[in-house]
């Protein structure tokens, strides 16, 4: 499989350190807020990643952090801890907004049926990993006190700015111009590991040290989970594209000087969900929930759809019309896959080819558009319906469009539209005519019609379905 790393700007051939196991680390959310739907664009699709993984038959172990301290409102160790501006919106606790927002996001995710990783880890719950790490890093030379907080010294590194792409005068925090410089720092782009000094003096949530009581710093809370459980050599690391800098340069700064060898070779960036706007970013406050999705009608799956119809290597702007068009080919597909039988016998040497089509869309830097396009042919192909059904929910476990499932239930639609009277072979014959009209085979829902009508039935077509009753 060639996946885009982000390290060295090339499609590179997927590797790990273990044969058959993939070590794996994901960002997590800042649970201060809900989750926006663009955040949920990038752990959607990392869960495809995770899961085409799977299904070419890699072990894979996935560890994610909830960051619940240390991220402050700017990238540049100022500003205010992210959570605490979240507990005083809500006057509640930040542990309180911390479980709630958890919830909401793991909510979300079950509803994009994104699946749980394995191992999901509050930063507050680590604090003694990253004590470790700063105190390895301070005996090595690689950070500094001052001003009572502990500093990461990025001039004792040979390439600080790993995503070579970066105009390194241009992102130093510190000369942005929107952004504070902090006077105890040695060189612009140093980041803080460990705070006990802050302009903001209300942190709620504050741990003993061996430099004074306070509490981590942002980036030092993923390299202290993903060493802890991914061990040192992790395969794949992932985030959102905003995240590469200074977040995953500064990750891979602190963890690489504490190790003493290179820690992930392979770092996976999805891009933006943009509003007409810009991007669309929880501190902005503009943002689209899956809840409001689902009160405007949408299943959480059209914009699952939605989604993968565009590579994550690209942004992607959100409209309504966009969405409506995702929505149209998503129903248009479940009505097809709901008007399949189940006959036949699996047709394995055919099923094969489509399997390799599938599986070249994939293998090429996860080209899930493309792979969208094999489910259609694998309805247009000569198979029979049980090996189409089949196939579909094989390569639905990497999608995750919940095909089969959607399909049954459209395919159902009587059961709750039941008309007066109880007929079970002219339910049968109305089930069979809205299972062509969804397959758009026009002339047989006619004849079916045609048909019922003879017997002397009428046909009343609604939103829900399709009711009869005798003339
Ligand atoms: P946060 O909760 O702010 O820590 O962000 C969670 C994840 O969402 C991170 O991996 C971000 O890089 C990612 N992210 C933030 N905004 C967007 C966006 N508009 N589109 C896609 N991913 C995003
Ligand atoms: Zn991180």
New binding site residues.
């Given amino acids: 499989m060639k996946l885009y790393n982000s390290l060295t700007h090339t499609k590179d051939e997927f590797k790990t350190h273990t044969p058959g196991h993939v070590e794996m680390y994901t ?4 649970v201060y807020h809900f ?2 739907i ?2 949920l ?3 959607l699709m990392e869960d495809v990643l995770e899961k085409y993984l799977r299904y070419t038959g890699y072990d894979v172990k996935r560890v994610m952090n909830i ?1 619940d301290v240390g ?1 402050l409102a700017s990238d540049a160790d100022t500003g205010e801890d992210k959570m605490l501006k979240g507990a005083r919106r809500e006057h509640k606790t930040v542990m309180e907004i911390a479980k709630f927002y958890t919830d909401a996001f793991f909510s979300d995710c079950e509803k994009l049926n994104i699946k749980r990783p394995d191992v999901v880890q509050p930063a507050t719950g680590c604090i003694d990993e990253y004590i470790k790490i700063v105190s390895a890093l301070l005996d090595k030379g690689y950070a500094y006190l001052a001003g009572g907080n502990v500093y990461f010294d990025t001039s004792k590194l040979k390439q600080y700015y790993v995503f070579n792409d970066h105009d390194e005068e241009d992102l130093a925090v510190g000369v942005r111009d929107s952004v504070e410089e902090d006077q105890n720092k040695r060189n612009k782009a140093d980041f803080v590991l460990w705070f006990t000094k802050s302009k903001f003096e209300d942190q709620a949530l504050k741990w003993d040290s061996p430099w004074g009581v306070g509490y981590p710093g942002w980036h030092i809370e993923c390299s202290g989970i993903s060493l802890k459980y991914n061990g040192e050599y992790l395969d794949l690391h992932c ?5 590469a800098f200074p977040h995953h340069t500064n990750e891979i700064a602190q963890s690489e000087s504490y190790l003493g060898h290179p820690w992930c070779p392979q770092w996976f960036h ?5 509003t007409s706007h810009g ?4 501190s902005k406050g503009e943002f689209l929930t899956v809840s409001l999705l689902e009160e405007k009608g949408y299943d959480p799956m059209v914009y699952r759809s939605f989604c993968l119809q565009s590579h994550y290597r690209k942004s992607l702007v959100f409209t309504w019309e966009n969405l409506d068009n995702a929505k149209a080919a998503y129903d248009k597909l479940i009505a097809r896959i709901a008007a399949l039988g189940d006959d036949g016998e699996l047709e394995q040497g055919a099923m094969d080819e489509l399997r390799v089509a599938f599986r070249a869309a994939m293998d090429n830097d996860l080209n899930t558009s493309m792979a969208v396009t094999v489910l259609y042919d694998v309805l247009k192909s000569k198979l029979n319906d049980k090996s189409k059904r089949a196939l579909l929910d094989e390569f639905d476990q990497v999608l995750g469009l919940r095909l089969l499932d959607r399909a049954a239930k459209a395919a159902a639609p009587k059961a709750e539209t039941a008309s007066a009277e109880a007929d079970p072979e002219i339910d049968a014959l109305v089930a069979a005519r809205t299972a062509a009209k969804q397959a758009k085979n026009w002339a047989e829902a006619d004849r079916i019609r045609d048909e019922l009508k003879a017997r002397g039935i009428e046909l009343t077509d609604t939103k829900e379905g399709t009711t009869w009753k005798r003339i």
Avoid at 27 to 30: K, Y
Avoid at 239 to 243: L, M, Y
Avoid at 270 to 274: D, G, R, S, T, W
Wanted: with cysteine; hydrophobic share 20%; proline share 4%.
């Fill in positions: 960002c997590g959310p800042t989750a926006h663009g955040n664009r990038s752990y960051t991220h985030g959102g594209i905003d995240n999805v891009h933006h969900l943009n991007k669309m970013s929880k």
